[in-house]
Structures are given as C-alpha cells and as structure tokens.
C-alpha cells in the first residue's frame, strides 16, 4: 500500500523553518552526516519537508529507516514529490535516535535525530557535538 503524503497547507505567513544541519563535506568517513530536529515525531508530517532539504548530489532517497518506538505509525511505503520512499522501522538498540536514508547507486546517510521536545538551548550541544570532526 503506498500512502501519499497530505498536500501541504497553505502557507502560514512565517512557516517554521527545517531544523537540519549537514556535517561539512569531508574525505573521511564521519559516522554522522548531519543533525535533523523534527518538530513532531509524524514522519508523514515531517518526512517530505526533510527530503525536499537534502542536497541534489544525494540523489532520490529510495528509503528511509526510523526507530519504531520513537516515530508514529506509518505506511511501508510513501509517495513524496511524485516519487515513492519504502518507509522502514527497526528497534535497533545500537541507534534508536538516528534516521538512515538510501539512496540507490549513490550511498547512505544517517542523521541524528533530536527529539522534538527538546528545548533550543538544550538542542544546540547536541548539534555542535554531533557534527565535530570527533563525531
């Protein structure tokens, strides 16, 4: 069953802006590659405003996996802008707070995921530190 995604409401006149930082490009291998805070944890919702963010150069994200316990209930599979994304849980211990995206030929990305509660002061730490070159 594809679900496609609920057609955007207008726009208010100050939409909320995508919480999500990219870590610079870099020639090692970073066990992160950016820093999403959702504002909910509806990945119908949330989803398609994060894929429209990504940079051209990682192509058509095919699929994307999000911790089961965290995000609500969602279809296997979602149409966003014309295109389907197969939508995948786990309740991998090792990452609960992090969403992977593929796409096909050209890699994989893992984004730490803030939970959206968290308070702006509290949000940046984690943001700075995700994305050192220690990270």
Known sequence: MITTAPPSPPAPLTRPLL??????RSALPRRLDGVWWPRSYDLLAELPQLLAALPRAWGHIAGVTVNGAAWSAAPGRMLVANQVVRLRKTVAAHAPDT???LSPGLGRWDLLVV???TTEEAAEPIVTAALSDRA
């Open 19 to 24: 919480r999500l930082r990219l870590a610079p």
């Open 99 to 101: 969403v992977v995206l």
């Open 115 to 117: 939970p959206p509660d």
